[in-house]
């Protein structure tokens, strides 16, 4: 989950311009509540997610908040089949 420190058209529009060209989120989702985006990300292994973490969302200048879970198992992932 990402937070914003602006709210402006334009911080928002450079975030979604910069999470469509990274290869490693596979959804983007705008929404409402405490944060502004729900990103799934999916790396090869923690190291490659903190490369993601420092060196593409570390580097907008508007992220001010980062939440990340970790998916330890997946009982049921219909998207799987």
């Given at each position: 989950m990402v937070g914003l420190s602006s709210h402006t058209k334009a911080?928002?529009?450079g975030f979604e311009r910069a999470m469509s060209v990274a290869p490693e989120v596979v959804e983007c989702h705008?929404?409402?509540g405490s944060f502004?985006?729900?990103l799934r990300v999916e790396s090869a292994d923690l190291s490659e997610y903190k490369r993601f973490h420092t060196e593409v969302l570390g580097t907008q200048s508007h992220v001010n908040a980062i939440t990340s879970y970790i998916v330890m198992g997946s009982p049921k992932d219909e998207r799987a089949t």
């Open positions: 911080a928002q529009e705008n929404v409402a502004e985006y729900l």
